[in-house]
């Protein structure tokens, strides 16, 4: 019987296993036993890290990238010891490496008893004492407690185009030789990376759409504006008597606005964007980003540390609503791109070889062309690339662990998306109540908390998990002496 059964090793399960270690070795006690599973293609890697090209860069600054709090600057000193240098945006292959060389160390140091299991589970099932779990091949090992950290999962958002040739999911499977222009679904990071790469390989135009018509937006050098109203005491004094917490933030929300009005990059970025100007739109924002004025986005930023608090105390009505009304802009204007990959941007929609589209509705496909319509004009590729990230909705989902856990009812889905998830224990919940032992740790539990895609989050989740978890383990530990 294993202690913690870790479901997918990536950033988040090594991050996982780094907590435990440390938590352990401050207590000096017996090894506790630790089953990992992951398939041998992203084994210690993560499919996010591990399976990008090398053109391809985090999003994150290198500051807030540790696996462990216990060394906050550990990817900082790793880059310097392995490469004798300081990126400001290092590719995502160099972090994948360093998930590896923790995972190594980890094993090394010998704190932890680990098996490894370079397998994917299927099927898990309750018992007395725990979990049975079993994986692709065959195998079956029991576990007291399982936590999965199964990273990006997502639903397909085009089932219908899998058959049809041009149809693309994946950099590999694009056509550099190939000239004819290029169809991306998406405009988020996902997909800028889709265009980097698409570019990095071929000359063709490019063209992305979103159904918002939203842009990118670009990273700011420094936060130089400090919020006046929407501050987190603000939003406690002023919900504390509030059923609609929702409300009272944006109503906060659009005071910090209003107080901007004059100064504020939104309204004439959008404007520019509107207009159908996206070359002046980016250069306003590279500008604007390069002399650290983008006050907007520093009230967005700001809300960080403290917006999955403010997510928990949202009613589940509140957040359906805030996704419908507020999530496009969000992601827009509170997860920017790095200046360097925006002078990218830049550069391609100066030269005609890169333009963005609002859609009308979904591209369809008709005699062997997706067909896409926008306010202005249907425009007709051979190419078309999903970039979208897919849909978060889990009983979509074409996962055989996920869905045999449904059949079981050890999980449901959240209505904003991924698993349910106790937001205080990361514990599953099904019908509102916890499942015992068993747990959901990184992007799978955005509908209950928001910040998910952050790997500063995801750690700071791992370790909530393993103090509360050396602590049981640890009495458990002393009552079997007794």
């Known amino acids: 019987m294993y202690d913690v059964a870790i479901v ?54 290198p500051a807030v990238m540790a696996v462990t709090s216990t060394e906050p600057e550990q990817f900082i000193h790793w880059m310097y010891s392995a490469f004798s240098t300081h990126e400001q945006w ?36 309750r018992n007395a004492g725990g979990f049975a779990l079993k994986d692709d091949k065959g195998d079956v090992i029991y576990a007291r407690k399982v936590v999965m950290c199964l990273g990006s999962l997502a639903a397909d958002i085009f089932p219908d ?38 570019r990095s390989k071929s000359p063709v135009d490019i063209h992305l759409y979103s159904r918002s018509g939203y842009a990118p937006t670009c990273l700011t050098t420094r936060n130089t504006y ?57 250069r306003l924002l590279l500008s604007r980003a ?83 319509k926008t306010r202005s004009q249907m425009l007709s590729f051979t190419r078309l690339w999903d970039a979208t990230g897919g849909r978060l909705h889990i009983e979509s989902m074409e996962h055989p662990l996920l869905r045999h856990l449904l059949n079981q009812q050890l999980i449901e889905g959240h209505p904003c998306g991924g698993i349910d998830t106790d937001p205080l224990t990361c514990q599953c919940r099904v019908n509102n109540r916890n499942v015992p032992g068993l747990y959901n740790i990184g992007p799978l539990s955005k509908g209950s908390l928001f910040s998910t895609n952050s790997i500063w989050f995801n750690a700071r989740c791992t370790e909530s998990w393993a103090k509360k978890w050396a602590v049981e383990f640890c009495e458990n530990v002393v009552k079997e002496t007794l």
């Open 8 to 61: 997918g090793l990536g950033a988040t399960g090594v991050s996982l296993l780094s907590q435990i270690q440390d938590e352990i070795y401050k207590v000096r006690t017996v090894k506790p036993r630790i089953a990992v599973f992951n398939p041998p293609c992203s084994f210690a890697k993560g499919k996010a890290f591990g399976d990008a090209d090398a053109v391809h860069k985090v999003n994150t600054p």
């Open 90 to 125: 290092p590719s995502r292959l160099k972090y994948s490496d360093f998930i590896s060389q923790t995972y190594r160390d980890i094993r090394h140091a010998g704190i932890l008893h680990i098996d490894e299991w370079r397998n994917s589970v299927t099927e898990m099932c």
């Open 161 to 198: 185009f899998k058959s049809h040739h041009g149809f693309i999911t994946h950099y590999t499977q694009f056509d550099q030789f190939s000239e004819k222009p290029l169809l991306i679904a998406g405009s988020g990071l996902t997909a800028i990376d889709a265009f980097r790469y698409a």
């Open 226 to 282: 400090i919020p006046v109203h929407l501050t987190w005491r603000n939003l406690i004094a002023a919900s504390a008597g509030s059923d609609d917490v929702l409300s009272v933030f944006l109503c906060l929300l659009r005071r910090e606005f209003n107080l901007l009005l004059q100064h504020c990059e939104f309204r004439p970025a959008m404007k520019l964007l509107r207009e159908g100007r996206q070359v002046d739109y980016f």
């Open 290 to 372: 390069e002399k650290g004025d983008l006050p907007w986005q520093d009230v967005l930023v700001s809300t960080r540390p403290y917006m999955h608090k403010l997510w928990i105390a949202f009613t589940p009505g509140q957040k359906q609503r805030f996704m419908k009304m507020y999530g496009a802009v969000w992601a827009a204007w509170q997860h920017p791109v790095p200046q360097e990959v925006y002078s990218e941007l830049l550069e391609a929609s100066a030269a005609g070889k890169l333009k963005f589209h609002q859609a009308l509705s979904s591209p369809e496909c008709e005699g062997g062309l997706f067909l896409l």
